[in-house]
């Protein structure tokens, strides 16, 4: 598996021709369904399925003439957010994650500040929508993702469209560098800042960072960090689609133990706050004789992690339990990776090395070396609003 060729691309249908790299019934996402019963019902979905169902979603959105549109994109960490994230982008139409925690009257802001004419949510928002569209005549559109059987509508309808011959999503052109990703990141700022992406700035930064880490189709993700922002949706969504991973979403901060053993984790992408604490916890079982497979399953192979720096001492800990661990650094503006270590380059504590796309400088350094970082490549955005 280590002479798996890094495909370039520069746009999301691209990414989705080389996803699985031709095997398409292999898994590409697990999670739970809420049951009747005390056992839960897991939903595996294919790679195929996945493809078959962006492409009839896209089409009614499309039907919808909500082509070179801004969709705002509003929940958890689910399979909905995932297929509706790319049915949005390789339909002509731009998506605007929001945070789902965010206060009502903050989403409501950015709600109207994006100009959305649609929006998919979830229930917890679905007072906030329907107050919104009262309000705000531009915003013609709302889906509820929890709505099971208007989602199911939504894709029958899709199905129906395309078995009549509508070819609207495969003659649409996608224009690689134009912005399909309005992010608002407030920055050092007291007002969000509506950051401009492209799909070829992600792109560009996905296959940058697959000459640094490799993933491989063996593995599976637990998608635990908020997926609205740019470290969660690029490295564990996309990236991770890139390689033909297998995706699992996590039941929540108190579950992420139990969702390593159960989805047998491989790949756990997070924050050092998060590893510290887990490999406090992993210490204190192994004092107890607890065996580490029993603790976190026997399939962690290696953690990802940016946003900060983790302590020294808990990465060499991670190492020596045979875990592998890797640091990046960047920001949402650089889509997001400017530098990190690599599978073979690495040193506790090192943000590891700029990505072979990108240059970087210190500006006006003082005497300790210290200054603004300044990036240039095709992953830095298209510029703010």
Known sequence: MNDVRIEKIKNFRQLLEVAKRGDEEHIVYKYKKEATNKEPEYIE????????????LSTTLLHLGLENKKIV???????EWCLSYLSITTGNMTVVPLDRALPDNELEMLI?????????????HKDLI???????????????????????????????LLKNGDTTYDEIEIDSNKMSIMLFTSGTTDAPKAVMLSQNNICANIESLS??????????????L???????????????????????????LKYIQANLKEYEISVFVAVPVVLETMYKK?????????????????????????????????IIGYKNLGINSTQGYGLTETSPVISAEADDRKRPGSVGLVLDNLEV??????????GEIVVKGPSIMLRLL
């Open 45 to 56: 979905v294919k790679y195929k399925n996945f493809k078959q169902e962006i492409k009839r």
């Open 226 to 252: 908020p997926i609205h922002h740019t470290f969660e949706c690029t490295i564990t969504f996309l990236f991770g689609l890139y390689w033909g991973t297998t995706v699992a979403f996590c039941d929540g």
């Open 211 to 224: 000459h640094y880490l490799k993933l491989y189709p063996t593995d599976t993700l637990l998608s635990f």
């Open 282 to 314: 992993i210490k204190k079982a192994l004092e107890q004789s607890i065996p580490l497979e029993a603790i976190l399953g026997g399939h962690l192979r290696t953690i990802l992690y940016g946003a900060a720096p983790m302590d020294k001492d808990t």
């Open 361 to 370: 400088k210190i500006e006006e350094p003082n005497q300790e070396g210290i």
């Open 112 to 124: 109207k500040r994006s100009e959305a004419t649609a929006v998919i949510f979830e229930n917890k």
């Open 73 to 79: 994109l509003v929940g958890n960490n689910r399979y």
């Open 130 to 160: 329907e107050k919104i569209i009262e309000e705000q005549p531009s915003v013609k559109v709302a889906i509820n993702m929890d709505d099971q059987e208007a989602w199911k509508e939504l894709l029958q309808k899709g199905e129906e």
